[in-house]
């Protein structure tokens, strides 16, 4: 099997788009939540919090040809892709036509403004809203098809439109390719532009954070006091490419991918399970031949609702035991669903290079129905550089487990 490295990475969050921006903010506790005064209006909607990434101007990033195609957030992933591939050195490499070099990526569905469009000739049989490449940019693999086309891929294309899994399994799925030899680079993550509609769908589940008065400290996983998530919004791209082919080129790698894992629970579609779940990490861990002993930090999902922390404590507990220490990013962000896991991988490479990482946002009181961890509280903690666990779970009872080394 061929060993799968990190050459390029990037990403857009609502802290910045930057290490440099993002990581001086996560360490001092800094939250991109808000309070959405347009959402005053949606009268059914309890929550008012989210983390929209409103830097992000989309609208004339690419010349009008190129656009007609993305909506924010398969604009969102060629952004990252081309900042990423710009890192790798690979902008302009034979390789990308090559046929040895594909994408795989997702979102948890396209953008949301031209499914309104069809609503409204739905209810009106008008369609002076709709148009050619309507359907391109709401349909559920708009993100790397737009990317495959920008970059005129010629390789292969996975569609990992699931959710809150959709960035690990775009990792995941990209190093499997590559280690089997289907292909030697990938570009791989996920994103989701923001909208009240992806708040409504966890809102109507009571799974919101309403502490509409206080959005800097709303998400707190893991803490006794933690009454539901807030959506974010953002996207992150990898380059994933194999090792020989890297440094013959002359590229750095900036980390390895050493295991990856994916498994369904096959009970609930919304309740997750800490027994499927403990399958996913240890499978992971074999997949990298790897031990709990060789991890140096533990990079949990960990959204902020009642249950999926619980779950997903006692499950992590059963694998690493309780000396590996454990955070969370999305106290920082919020949830923001398919990107998650994508930017938890950039960012979390940036952490194991520096041997620190930053304690989980707004975590002062561990519920005692959650299990004992090691968890990263009230400061940022120096950790080994040796490789980090990054979990996430989604809807339909997806779980998934991605494990990183740094280069040697």
Known sequence: MRRVVVTGMAGVTSLGDSWDEVGPALH???TGIKYMKDWEALEDL???????????????????????????????????????????????????????????????????????????????????????????????HTAPVNIGVYFGLQGRVYTTSSACTSGSQGIGYAFEAIQSGAQDVMIAGGADEFCPTMTMVFDRLYATSTRNDAPET?????????????????????????????????????????????????????????????????????????????????????TGTLAGDIEESHASHSVYGQHIPFHSLKGHFGHTLAACASIEAWLGIEMLKDGLIPATANLENIDPKCASLDYVMGGSRNVSSNAFVSNNFAFGGINTSLIFSGYA
Do not use: W
């Open 28 to 30: 001092a506790g800094t």
């Open 218 to 302: 709303a998400v707190r996983p893991f803490d006794v006091s933690r009454d539901g998530l807030v959506i974010g919004e953002a996207a992150g791209t990898l380059i994933l490419e194999e090792l020989e082919h890297a440094l013959a080129r002359g590229a750095v790698p900036l980390a390895e991918v050493l295991g990856f894992a994916t498994n369904c629970d096959g009970t609930h579609i919304s309740q997750p399970n800490r027994r499927t779940q403990e399958v996913v990490m240890r499978q992971a861990l074999d997949n990298a031949e790897m031990s709990a002993d060789d991890i140096s930090f533990i990079s949990g999902h960990g």
């Open 46 to 140: 309890s929550t008012r919090l989210g983390g929209p990434a409103e830097h992000f101007a989309h609208e004339k990033l690419y010349p009008r040809q190129a656009r007609r195609s993305m909506g924010r957030v398969a604009t969102l992933m060629v952004k990252t892709a081309e900042q990423a591939l710009e890192q790798a050195g690979l902008t302009d490499d034979p390789i990308l036509k090559s046929g040895r070099m594909g994408v795989s990526a997702g979102s948890s569905f396209g953008s949301p403004p031209p499914i309104r469009d069809f609503v409204q000739f739905l209810e009106t049989g008008k369609a002076s809203g709709l148009n050619a490449t309507s359907y391109i940019r709401m349909m559920s």
